[in-house]
Nanobody, 124 residues
Framework: QVQLVESGGGLVQAGGSLRLSCAAS????????MGWFRQAPGKEREFVAT????????HYADSVKDRFTISRDNTKNTLYLQMNSLKPDDTAVYYC?????????????????WGQGTQVTVSS
């Protein structure tokens, strides 16, 4: 059974940084595509970034490009999202997800496995 557990969320001022982690277990993830999504109150879940586990190829939403960096540590089976230059509009619950779909996969419904989410709040 695949399990994804996010951590690292919190409250930060605009312009600050946070690093989210997602500990993955239950599979060998070399054939998986991993993603980060976020959902703000009253809004749909939206794509943030994705990475292909085996070759680290990445793809980002335009809204976070050049500010966020997705990465993974194969030895720790952990996915990361480094978030810099945070804005109040980045406030949301952030979720990590896993799929065996082709890369890049940016549609939430195509991801099979999800974490429970971690809250990120950016104050102005």
């Amino acid at each position: 059974q695949v399990q994804l557990v996010e951590s690292g969320g919190g409250l930060v001022q605009a312009g600050g940084s946070l690093r989210l982690s997602c500990a993955a277990s239950g599979r060998t993830f070399s054939s998986y595509v991993m993603g980060w999504f976020r959902q703000a109150p009253g809004k749909e879940r939206e794509f943030v970034a994705t990475i292909r586990w085996n070759d680290r190829r990445t793809h980002y939403a335009d809204s976070v490009k050049d500010r966020f960096t997705i990465s993974r540590d194969n030895t720790k089976n952990t996915l990361y999202l480094q978030m810099n230059s945070l804005k109040p509009d980045d406030t949301a619950v952030y979720y990590c997800a896993a799929t065996v779909n082709t890369f890049p996969t940016i549609t939430a419904r195509t991801y099979r496995y999800w974490g429970q989410g971690t809250q990120v709040t950016v104050s102005s």
